[in-house]
């Protein structure tokens, strides 16, 4: 055992700002690198009208208001990494790496759908509120 400075687990509970897109939304998100026997990443978007749940692996529910149970929707899952732990991230990597090569082959210097510089500016924003709203124990708005 020793002390280190990465985080391994966070589990965040958000509200969203009402929008043309939300009203009353809030989520949760659950990601852990060091959960055994299996990882139990999810991601859960709740609104007024209905719920959206992503798993580690890439599977999708839809849960509408008033129904008993999540409804699993079927989508074409990307290929696994052949004696890779099925985390869904090894998974992704495969894939986005597989756009990459692509994309260089193509001469472009860009993936069409992948994440911009803003988008990961975005996401630091919120894992610095995060941090703290865990060291404050405040609700910390972006």
């Known amino acids: 055992m020793r002390p280190v400075t990465t985080d391994d687990e966070l589990n965040l509970i958000l509200r969203f700002a009402d929008s043309a897109r939300t009203t009353d939304a809030t989520g949760n ?3 852990s690198m060091v959960e055994y026997p299996i990882y139990q990443n999810r991601v859960e978007f ?6 959206v749940r992503v798993e580690y692996n890439g599977e999708v529910f839809v849960g509408n208001a008033g129904d008993e149970a999540w ?4 989508i074409e899952p990307n290929e696994a990494v052949e004696g890779a732990r099925p985390t869904g991230w090894n998974n992704g990597f495969l894939a ?3 756009e990459i090569i692509e994309s260089l082959k193509a001469g472009k210097t860009f993936v069409e759908t992948a994440a911009t510089f803003e988008d990961g500016y ?4 919120l894992l610095d509120a995060a941090r703290k709203s865990d060291e404050t124990g405040a609700v910390v708005k972006l």
Not at 71 to 74: E, G, N, S, V
């Open 71 to 74: 409804r699993r929707i079927d």
């Open 122 to 125: 975005r996401v630091q924003l």
């Open 96 to 98: 986005f790496a597989r």
């Open 29 to 31: 998100i659950s990601v």
């Open 46 to 51: 709740f609104g007024t009208t209905g719920a």
